[in-house]
Nanobody, 120 residues
């Protein structure tokens, strides 16, 4: 079965950085896509970043070059490097896995989330 476990969240000041990690197991099918989403209470979930089998990446429009998604360690770990954080980035961040590619990813699996809080 697919399991996703996030870590690396925390509290930082505006302008600071965080690196989120997602330990993934069971994602042995192809094609696959993996990514990060975020959500705050009472608001819709937002797609933050995506990476697929071909290492093609894409980002939400609000990222504006501040974040980078990557994989390593045999693709068993997904990362999200976040720089220049601002209070609007405060949210629960979720790791996700799906079927497909960057062109069309059907999300199927979700982690429990890790909280990111940015203070001004």
């Amino acid at each position: 079965q697919v399991q996703l476990v996030e870590s690396g969240g925390g509290s930082v000041q505006s302008g600071g950085s965080l690196r989120l990690s997602c330990a993934a197991s069971g994602v042995t099918y192809s094609p696959y896509c993996m990514g990060w989403f975020r959500q705050v209470p009472g608001k819709a979930r937002e797609r933050v970043a995506l990476i697929d089998n071909y290492a093609v990446t894409s980002y939400g429009n609000f990222v504006k070059g501040r974040f980078t998604i990557s994989q390593d360690n045999g693709k068993n770990t997904l990362y999200l490097q976040m720089n220049s954080l601002n209070p609007e980035d405060t949210a629960m961040y979720y790791c996700a896995a799906g079927v497909g590619t960057d062109r069309l990813c059907t999300w199927k699996y979700w982690g429990r989330g890790t909280q990111v809080t940015v203070s001004s």
